[in-house]
C-alpha cells in the first residue's frame, strides 16, 4: 500500500507560477514510475509528466517547457513546478505511484490548480 499525499494547488493569475509536491508513504526507490496526472471540467484525466525509478522523464507536449517535474528521493517526495501557467492548465492535479502490474497504481487525493485570465 501506497499513500500519496499532495499539496499547493492555488488560484495563481496567467503567466504565474506554482510547485506542486507529492508525498509519498514508502520509498521512491521502491515505485518503477510516479507521476502527475490532471483532469480538467469535463474532459479525460491527462498525463502530465512522468519519472521512472531510473529517471527517465516524460512531459506531454502541452507543458513542455514550462513544466519540471523532479524529485528529492531522501524526502520521498515528487515535485512538479509549473511556470508561464495558462487558463488552460486549471485542472485538478493528481499524484500516481505505478508498479507493473493490475490496475493503474496508487493515486493522491487531487489539489486544484485554477489559473485566471
Known amino acids: 500500500q501506497v499513500q500519496l499525499v499532495e499539496s499547493g494547488g492555488g488560484l495563481v493569475q496567467t503567466g504565474g507560477s506554482l510547485r506542486l509536491s507529492c508525498a509519498a508513504s514508502?520509498?521512491?526507490?521502491?515505485?518503477?514510475?510516479m507521476g502527475w496526472y490532471r483532469r480538467a471540467p469535463g474532459k479525460q484525466r491527462e498525463l502530465v509528466a512522468r519519472?521512472?525509478?531510473?529517471?527517465?522523464?516524460n512531459y506531454a507536449e502541452s507543458v513542455k517547457g514550462r513544466f519540471t517535474i523532479s524529485r528529492i528521493t531522501s524526502k520521498n517526495t515528487m515535485y512538479l513546478q509549473m511556470n508561464s501557467l495558462k487558463p488552460e492548465d486549471t485542472a485538478v492535479y493528481y499524484c500516481?505511484?505505478?508498479?507493473?502490474?493490475?490496475?493503474?497504481?496508487?493515486w493522491g487525493q487531487g489539489t486544484q490548480v485554477t489559473v485566471s485570465s
Open positions: 500516481n505511484a505505478f508498479n507493473p502490474g493490475p490496475g493503474d497504481g496508487y
Open positions: 514508502v520509498s521512491l526507490f521502491s515505485i518503477n514510475t
Open positions: 519519472i521512472t525509478r531510473g529517471g527517465t522523464i
